[in-house]
């Protein structure tokens, strides 16, 4: 794992491309951003936002979506990788904020963990793209480029995430959106584009092509 300075010092040329880098997922409030981020599991941001552009104008709130109904549901998401059990479990988190929190979405990390097809990283993305906290979330892009980077020893999302947060907070706030950016569009786990990478020169990785 590098020094911490040496991180610091990548994240920083993130920082000046990407001064305060934003999600690419559509949403309008806390409960259609969390639904949008149950949805991007094992999907693309962009089928995402397809698949949720009519849903969200009509079942923009916990109790507007059960009275859209399951059905409905997977007829708006069925573009979407494992639409029936996405949507079981939006039905079922959406029933559980009406019933127990008065329709808002909590910024508890153990309540949403507790809620259906809510994991760890699902809560850390909530909270860091609505309430602003310097949570690390930790999806395949930070994983992946965790390992590559050697900016982390661990092998398991808990455990880069427990090396990440050792970073300051003022980069953890942005740390998730910078190396999603990067590995989607930059650091392609396929074809990575090195000739366009801006932190070529912190990069020891053996299939690297420059």
């Known amino acids: 794992m ?23 997922l559509n949403y309008h409030n806390a409960y259609t951003l969390l639904v949008a981020i149950v949805l991007s599991a094992q999907s ?27 059905d409905k549901l ?26 127990e929190y008065n329709g808002e979405v909590p910024s508890n990390r153990e309540i949403l963990e507790s809620l259906p097809g809510v994991g760890r990283k699902t809560a850390n993305v909530l909270l860091n793209v609505w309430w602003k906290q310097p949570t690390v979330a930790v999806d395949t892009h930070v994983l992946r ?11 398991t999302p808990l455990s880069v995430e427990a090396d ?18 990067f590995g989607r569009y930059i650091c392609k786990a396929q074809k ?4 366009q990478c801006p932190i070529s020169d912190f990069c020891k990785s053996t299939d690297k092509q420059i």
């Open 192 to 195: 990575p584009n090195c000739h």
């Open 145 to 155: 480029l965790a390992k590559r980077l050697n900016l982390s020893n661990g092998n």
């Open 74 to 99: 997977k007829d708006h998401i069925k573009t979407i990788g494992l639409y029936n059990n996405k949507a079981k479990n939006i039905i079922e988190l959406s029933k559980r904020l009406v019933d």
């Open 44 to 70: 693309t941001d962009k089928g995402v936002n397809k698949a949720t552009t009519e849903l969200f104008k009509i079942a923009d709130t916990p109790q507007k979506m059960l009275e859209l109904g399951i």
């Open 164 to 181: 990440l947060n050792k970073l300051p907070d003022e980069y953890k706030l942005y740390l998730n959106h910078w190396l999603v950016l």
């Open 2 to 24: 590098r020094k911490l300075e040496e991180i610091c010092k990548i994240l920083d040329i993130f920082k000046s491309q990407n001064n305060t880098p934003q999600s690419e």
